[in-house]
């Protein structure tokens, strides 16, 4: 089965400027995650959404983050305006089951210079 | 509170050694899921294995083996004879039953020729 896709690979730019990254979960799964890795650290949870709701945005910096997923499947996560601290890998993972086995995309490399 | 602490930052071992990597967790809840992920250079989160709570089977997926003791709230994870191939960061990580993961920091793994 294919995986999860996110485009693009990297991206560089400057604070201020805005950036939006894509993501396709693997068919047929419900629930879908946008995770946050600063260089050093563990994956840290975002966004969550189950189809096309969203369960749990405890962790998303709302002034500046935003993400939809749209008739429940492809998803879009944006900052604007991106900040030096937004530099970090952004990963996007789908589940089948609420308590699934992950399967998590490649990861888009934001550089905020 | 949950917590999931991979005191090893980094380990080298020469080729063929044997290898542990030790994960300690935090939770109250009584209900969770222990994951085991690969991270090599490439960046994608490879999943390696998932165990839940109330199964302290150990497990032998080749070369590589868990021991997860409830009584320690441990879940350690071994590599028998390892190879070059097996260095990258490993991450720990707790799932309870609202879905969110929490990661570890991460072990980074050098395995020298």
């Known amino acids: 089965e294919a995986g999860v896709a996110q485009s693009p690979r990297y991206k560089i730019i400057e604070k201020r400027q805005s950036v939006a990254f894509w993501c396709n979960p693997i068919s047929g799964h419900a629930t879908l995650y946008w995770y946050q890795q600063i260089l050093g650290q563990g994956p840290k949870l975002l966004i969550q959404f189950q189809n096309n709701g969203v369960v749990d945005d405890s962790q998303l910096p709302k002034d500046r983050f935003s993400a939809e997923r749209l008739k429940g499947v492809d998803s879009t996560l944006k900052i604007q305006p991106a900040k030096l601290e937004d530099s970090a890998v952004y990963l996007c993972?789908?589940?089948?089951?609420?308590?699934?086995?992950?399967?998590f995309g490649s990861g888009t490399r934001l550089t905020v210079v | 509170a949950q917590k999931v602490t991979q005191a090893q930052t980094e380990i080298s071992v020469v080729e063929k050694e044997d290898v542990t990597l030790d994960c300690v967790y935090e939770?109250?809840?009584?209900?969770?899921?222990l994951f085991w992920y690969k991270q090599p250079p490439s960046g994608e989160l490879v999943f390696l294995i998932r165990r839940n709570s109330f199964d302290e089977q150990n497990e032998i997926s080749g070369r590589y083996s868990w021991n997860f003791q409830k009584s320690t709230s441990s879940f350690n994870f071994t590599i028998t004879a390892s190879q070059v191939v097996d260095s990258a960061v490993y991450f720990c990580a707790l799932i309870l039953t609202g879905n969110q993961f929490y990661f570890g920091t991460g072990t980074s793994l050098t395995v020298i020729p």
């Open positions: 939770t109250r809840d009584t209900t969770y899921y």
């Open positions: 993972a789908s589940s089948q089951d609420r308590v699934g086995g992950y399967t």
